[in-house]
DNA sequence: ACCCTTTAGTAAATCGATTCTCTTCCCGTT
DNA sequence: AACGGGAAGAGAATCGATTTACTAAAGGGT
């Protein structure tokens, strides 16, 4: 019993120089047994009978040899996997990676990770990575802009998610209020001929967005001209949807002084097809963005549009699925969390001049 | 022997419905082993003995019953985790946004997972980050535009490294091309006298881009004027810190007709602190950007700049390391890979006025 | 009838940590 | 002298899958 305990840390300065230290050698080396160290290192309240010299050697003797519990025993002892999925239509859009800014810091506070997938809007993959994220033991999911169909055996909230599916937590903008934000700014400034560039039908704020715009036309008393309408084709995130679809709507022949673009990035491309056609911004129409993109600001003029606190967004979704994961089956989560969106006025914008 | 086999799928048609099917109650339900099952679901060559009758029933059962091996328990045994860590400053950058979406494909296919961290340049994340992704037992690391000093037990490759460290791959752009083909075309167009903003001193980029515009610049005859050097300053992202620069460039007296900028996002800055003082682009100075964000070319101008293939980048940085893991210690990896440049020609740069 | 080879599996160790249940040993009481 | 009880720690089961070594029965050849 006590000729173990003549190894002395002194005697042995460096061990095993390739195997890292696990529970078992970091025993050995001591001369106890895993079981004591482990409640040790835990601060268990079942090593209350441990002398404080022992506990002391334990702790130093760990520190000097730099050791660290195998996480993935503990995750399968535990079934913990302190592990996230995060699901978003692509890494490289803005709008997710803004999302995902906001996740990371409270996750990592709380010494949880996330894994990251992006579909690309495939629908295979859609339906496929849940369940490949649930095989990885992730203990919950955020989906970004990306439609959850199903039930899933963990918690879900998603962020821009619309359906009501059970299990799922949706984080949403107030599209009423967005709508009215940006329809009363246009008003006030004179504009009655309002063209729109609708969402590609796999956005899940497409739709939401529109009957928004619809009621806060119809509060203002305008109304929406079919003609004026014009829809995003294509799953490129690139201006040239934008571009061409504004093209289109200028060729037409229906007139209009101000155009409210589905977000940043086709209002960009509107932009640039408005000047092309010879006229000018504010001058002839004014343009109004979605979404407040880091472009949106560095734009000359630079755009007015309605900003989505994304960052936010992903703060609260982190936050929320913690909570749900931490009290898991204690009553039921909330079905949805409504933020609210904010005008940003910059120069795209002026007084109509008809 | 034979009373557990009388278990048959019609009897018992939905096993228990909250617990997730193990290999225990998948074997029980058989009537079998679970060595047989974990034998017979990986193909094992030792499992050339199982008569096919068998082995169809398993599979069917496994489907059925919609079996999944446990992830943690399977890493555990193979002391594989299939997943790798990703370190970057800031995800909502672009540039880094722009890298993970390269890594993903290839990663995915394997069938790796990665976990994000950022580290918004804290020296203390920095350090601390790549430890714990080792905790998390990542079997490589991808450091994005992040200084890595130590080696560690674990493959690393690093996008935009350039110190040589034992173990550590880098990713690199030839900064020597970049810089040639920026000052070649300013050259052409007539530019002698060109401003310069360098970049902060945590990006890792800045002083191999800076010793390479002295040699470009060497190579054609131009002097690079202190004068017409400013530095960025201030670990924004925005194109605030382009701007304040670009006023003091353009107040410090000395008189010059291009600008070569650190990064797009540093350029749009300039170009509006160039326009703000009253001087067109490309009429009087021309503006010359680095990386191709999507933004650049959403510029009015567009803006002219030297592209690096970060998409590119991510992915040879995800190949790269997942060959290095798989024949760990098999020959001395690469210390670096170059990927070359492109310079895209827009709309803001053009002939010298003087 | 005996031995050898397949066939059809099974038992048990293992990966590394956790945790509940036991032993001892020793000290102080009655 | 016997007993209770706390101190100090050891043993063993467990999480779920994998894998090596082994067994038991059946078939085939001489």
């Known amino acids: 019993m006590s000729r173990k305990k003549t190894a002395r840390s002194e005697d042995f300065p460096a061990p095993d120089p390739e195997q890292p230290v696990n529970l078992k050698s970091l025993a050995e080396f001591l001369g106890l047994a ?27 003797e760990a520190k000097r040899l730099n050791y660290r519990p195998n ?19 692509e890494v490289s859009e803005g709008y997710a990676a803004m999302v ?9 506070r709380e010494g949880y990770f996330y894994f990251v997938v992006s579909h690309r809007h495939r629908a295979d993959l859609i339906e496929e990575y849940p369940k490949i994220l649930l095989e990885r033991a992730v203990e919950g999911i955020i989906a970004v802009d990306t439609p959850c169909e199903r039930a899933l055996p963990v918690p879900i909230v998603s962020v821009s998610g619309h359906r009501e599916v059970e299990g799922v937590t949706n984080i949403v903008l107030d599209h009423s209020l967005a709508a009215r934000l940006a329809l009363q700014h246009l008003f006030q400034l004179g504009h009655r001929k309002i063209a729109f560039i609708k969402g590609q039908a796999f956005s899940s704020d497409t739709e939401s967005r529109w009957r ?9 008393g305008l109304c929406v001209n079919p003609k004026l309408t014009a829809r995003l084709e294509g799953d490129s995130s690139s201006p040239a949807l934008g571009y061409e679809v504004t093209k289109q709507l200028l060729n037409a022949g229906d007139d209009f002084t101000a155009l409210f673009a589905f977000n940043d990035v086709s209002a960009i491309g509107a932009m640039r097809a408005i000047r092309d056609a010879g006229r000018t911004i504010p001058g002839d129409i004014s343009v109004v963005g979605f979404d407040d993109i880091q472009s949106a600001a560095f734009q000359s003029p630079g755009l ?5 606190p994304l960052r936010r967004m992903g703060e609260i979704a982190a936050q ?3 909570q749900r994961i931490d009290q898991s089956k204690n009553g039921r989560p909330p079905k949805s969390i409504t933020v609210e969106p904010e005008l940003i006025i910059r120069e795209s914008t002026a007084a109509a001049s008809r």
């Open 34 to 60: 895993p079981a004591t160290i482990s409640l040790v290192m835990n601060r268990s309240p079942a090593s209350r009978s441990i002398p404080k010299r022992t506990k002391d050697r334990i702790l130093a």
């Open 71 to 89: 996480f993935l025993a503990r995750s399968l002892r535990h079934q913990r996997s302190f592990t996230i999925g995060v699901v978003v239509p």
């Open 100 to 108: 995902m800014s906001g996740i990371e810091d409270d996750l990592l």
């Open 212 to 220: 928004a715009i619809h009621e806060a036309a119809g509060e203002l």
């Open 304 to 308: 007015t549009t309605v900003r989505q």
């Open 320 to 322: 929320t699925l913690l």
